[in-house]
C-alpha cells in the first residue's frame, strides 16, 4: 500500500518540473491529485488530472475550489509550487516586472492557501508544502526580486503553521538548490556557455552534482505522509550541502 492511499492532493505548478515529478509521485503512492498550472500537463502523466489555474487569478482561485469541493469531500494535500525566476539586479527590474513576481510566487500563495482552507480543514491532518529556495536564506546574485519572493513564502510558511497547527494542520516550505528543471535550463541558457556553467556549478557542491526533480519529490512525499505528523513550521533545505559549504578561495 501506498504511503498516500485514500489521501487527495492538490499541486500548483504541477505541470512544471517539480509539479510534475511530485503528481507522480504521489499518484503512484496512491493519492488522487490534480495538477493545476496554466498550461496542462503532458498525457503521458496517468492518474493525474489536469487543471488549467491561474495562482494570481482570485475569481478563478476561489472558483476552482469552490468546483472542487462538489467532487471531493476534503483536501489533505496542498503543495504550492507555481512559481517564476527574473534574473536581475534591482536596478535593472521594473516595478511591472517586481509586481508580477511577487504576485506568482507570493501573493499566489497566500490566495491558493486562503480558498484551499475550506476543503483542508475537512481533511484529518492536512500537510501544506510550500515552495520557498535556498535563495530565500542566502542571495545569488542577479537575482533580487525572486530572492526577495522566497524570503517572503519562508516568513509566510512559518505564520500559517502558528496560526493553523492548532487545528492539527501542518505547514512546511521546501527549500531546494540547484535542480534540473526547465526554469534552471532557462538560467543556463541565459548565461553563455551552458557546459562550461553546468560543470561550474555541478564542482561548486559538496556532492559535486545538482538535484533532480525526484529528489525534492522523495522530501515532498515524506512531508505529505503521515510519517512527518510531527513536522511543521520548518524550512527545509535540500541543496546538495552548498549552503553548508563557505566559499573556497581560487588559489
Ligand atoms: N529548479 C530549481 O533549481 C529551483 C530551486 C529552488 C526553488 N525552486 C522553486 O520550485 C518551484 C518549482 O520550480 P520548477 O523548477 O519546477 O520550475 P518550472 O518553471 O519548471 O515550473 C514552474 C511552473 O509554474 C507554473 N506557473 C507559473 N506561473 C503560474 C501561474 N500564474 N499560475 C499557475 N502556474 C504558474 C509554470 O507554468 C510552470 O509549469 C518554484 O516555486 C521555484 O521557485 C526551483
Redesign the pocket.
Known amino acids: 500500500m501506498g504511503a498516500l492511499e485514500g489521501k487527495t492532493a492538490f499541486v ?2 504541477g ?5 510534475a515529478a511530485i503528481c507522480a509521485r504521489f499518484s503512484a503512492e496512491g493519492a488522487e491529485v490534480i495538477a ?4 496542462e500537463l503532458p498525457a503521458s502523466h496517468d492518474g493525474v488530472r489536469s487543471l488549467r ?4 487569478d482570485e475569481v478563478g482561485v476561489s472558483g476552482a475550489f469552490a468546483e472542487l469541493g462538489r467532487s471531493w469531500e476534503k483536501l489533505d494535500i496542498l503543495v504550492n ?5 527574473i534574473e536581475k539586479t534591482i536596478e535593472d527590474t521594473s516595478l511591472e516586472e517586481w509586481n508580477r513576481i511577487f504576485a ?2 507570493v501573493t ?1 500563495m497566500f490566495l491558493t492557501c486562503k480558498h484551499a482552507l475550506p476543503l483542508l480543514r475537512k481533511s484529518r491532518g492536512a500537510s501544506i508544502i510550500n ?1 520557498g ?3 530565500g536564506f542566502i542571495a545569488d546574485p542577479g537575482l533580487a526580486a525572486y530572492c526577495a519572493t ?1 524570503g517572503a513564502v519562508h516568513a509566510l510558511t512559518r505564520a500559517m503553521a502558528c496560526d493553523y497547527g492548532p487545528e492539527g494542520m501542518r505547514v512546511n516550505a521546501v ?5 534540473d ?4 535550463q532557462s538560467f543556463f541558457q541565459d548565461s553563455g556557455d551552458i557546459d562550461t556553467l553546468q560543470q561550474a556549478v555541478r564542482d561548486v557542491h559538496p556532492l559535486r552534482t545538482y538535484g533532480t ?1 525526484e529528489d525534492v519529490a522523495n522530501l515532498v512525499n515524506w512531508l505529505a505522509s503521515d510519517e512527518a505528523r510531527y513536522a511543521s513550521g520548518q524550512l527545509w533545505v535540500l541543496d546538495g550541502g552548498l549552503s553548508a559549504q563557505v566559499q573556497q578561495m581560487k588559489l
Open positions: 500548483t505548478g505541470a512544471g518540473g517539480i509539479g493545476a498550472d496554466l498550461s489555474y491561474d495562482v494570481t509550487a507555481a512559481g517564476i525566476e506568482v510566487n499566489g515552495f529556495s535556498y535563495d522566497k527549500c531546494p538548490g540547484y535542480v528543471t526547465p526554469m534552471l526533480p
